[in-house]
């Protein structure tokens, strides 16, 4: 029975390829653009698409999305990856889609990872996009405004896509065990809670949450004809028993949290095995590396700036060569923060002056602090009793920059840690001048 199953060949696809829905009524997620009234729904219900960016993480739906869109509005569909095409596909897939447009058809051309393309084969797109030849339908997992060129990006409506709520998949998990194009064909007796758990484990992925149920099922226990799944199975399949996140999303903040203070505590072993546990239970190791960057600045600041240059270097590798292989990028990042001089004086000083600036907004920047940039301006004393650094032997100056009622305030006090004590010797120095300067006056 085992082998039957297996050879069945009506499940021989893929589950998730299977289950893509044909229509946005079989459509889960994304009600924020496509929910009744919404922009989305609105344009195409209207059949006025306009060429478009998607932009969210993977197993959201964008290219399912793209092929309803094409459906819907009666458009050619054309699927290109940028990761397989160079610029003579592109051209002649263009060209096809002006021939098309000649005879008063439309086509929708969906590129898959559209970042992965540089900004100078991005370019072919322009005058086909604005001729409007083709609509063009670019998904990206980046943040388009840094990975798409502007004048492409300009002549796009840019629609973000969520990660799907864990609601969302396990609708979609139930869909899968009933539908004919699922599982609905079989006996399956499976523990109540396993659907939260892998819905739990995708973490907003559909594409991993139908992929996991399906190798679950096929590695399940036959006999009599029905399969049953159970906790040990599933555990099995993912191959990460004490690595799942929990169903509320728990365990992932706690996980952070156990990396970060264990960093912060200098803590080097335990905070790569905290690492290790959020890569291999299937974190993005880009939201890791953003969470290193931030605490190069929160937790060791100018104590060490290495810090800084160090994790933006280690984001960039994670970027461009992803998982398995900058795992061990991450570790070095994690290793040096874990051993780098602490200190939170930064953070301490922005929170300090952020309460002033919220108490204070509307505090005049001092007249001497202003460009006078019109005649008017000069008259009216801006500029007036500045005092230009540069002009000095010590580059310093008496001149007051802060507003008149912030006078004398202390924001940023730091510590003898590491290159901070380097900083607080400057910023004595610094002090003592203008002081023995203002007596001298």
């Known amino acids: 029975m085992q082998e039957s ?110 970042h992965r393309f540089n900004k100078a084969q991005q370019d072919v797109f322009l005058p086909y996009v604005e001729k409007g030849s083709i609509i063009l339908i670019g998904a990206t997992t980046e943040n388009p405004s840094f990975e798409i060129n502007g004048a492409l990006l300009s002549r796009c409506k840019v629609f973000v896509l969520q990660a799907l709520s864990q609601a969302d998949i396990v609708q979609l998990l139930h869909t899968a065990l009933m539908s004919e194009k699922g599982f ?24 991993t949450a139908l992929n996991t149920l399906e190798m679950v099922i096929l590695n399940g226990d036959v006999h009599d004809g029905a399969i049953t799944i159970n906790h040990e199975i599933l555990e099995q399949c993912i191959a990460k028993k004490s690595l799942l996140y929990d169903k509320n999303g728990e365990e992932h903040y706690n996980l952070i949290s156990a990396l970060h203070k264990s960093m912060r505590n200098s803590d080097v072993q ?98 001497h602090l202003r460009n006078a940039v019109t005649s008017l301006m000069k008259d009216l004393s801006y500029g007036k009793g500045y005092q230009y650094a540069h002009d000095h032997e010590d580059k310093l100056t008496e001149m007051e920059c802060l507003p008149e009622g912030l006078r004398d305030v202390i924001y940023y006090q730091p510590t003898m840690m590491g290159s901070e004590a380097r900083v607080t010797e400057r910023m004595k120095a610094i002090q003592a001048w203008k002081e023995q300067h203002k007596k001298q006056k």
């Open 5 to 114: 199953l297996f050879d069945d060949r009506s499940i021989q696809d893929p589950l998730a390829s299977r289950l893509r829905p044909d229509d946005l009524s079989e459509y889960v997620g994304q009600r924020h653009i496509l929910g009744e009234g919404k922009v989305l729904s609105n344009l195409i219900k209207s059949d006025r698409i306009p060429s478009m960016i998607f932009w969210g993480p993977p197993g959201v739906g964008k290219t399912t999305l793209a092929r309803i869109i094409a459906k819907q509005t009666k458009a050619a569909f054309i699927d290109f990856s940028a990761v397989t095409s160079g610029v003579k596909e592109i051209r002649d897939v263009l060209r096809r889609g002006e021939d098309a447009r000649r005879m008063g058809e439309k086509t929708i051309l969906f590129v898959d990872e559209i």
């Open 184 to 207: 609905g064909q079989f006996t399956i007796h499976m523990a109540a809670d396993v659907c939260e758990m892998i819905a739990a484990f995708a973490n907003g992925d559909a594409r």
């Open 270 to 367: 335990a905070a790569i095995y905290w690492l290790a546990r959020m890569l291999e239970a299937g974190e993005d190791p880009l939201y890791v590396a953003r969470r290193l960057i931030r605490f190069a600045s929160e937790d060791i600041g100018m104590a060490d700036s290495r810090a800084v240059e160090i994790t933006t270097a280690v984001y960039d590798a994670c970027h461009d060569i992803g998982m398995p292989e900058c795992s061990v990028h991450l570790t070095h990042a994690v290793t040096y923060l874990s051993l780098a001089p602490k200190s939170n004086a930064l953070y301490l000083a922005y929170e300090k002056a952020k309460q002033d600036a919220l108490k204070q907004i509307a505090e005049p920047v001092p007249l």
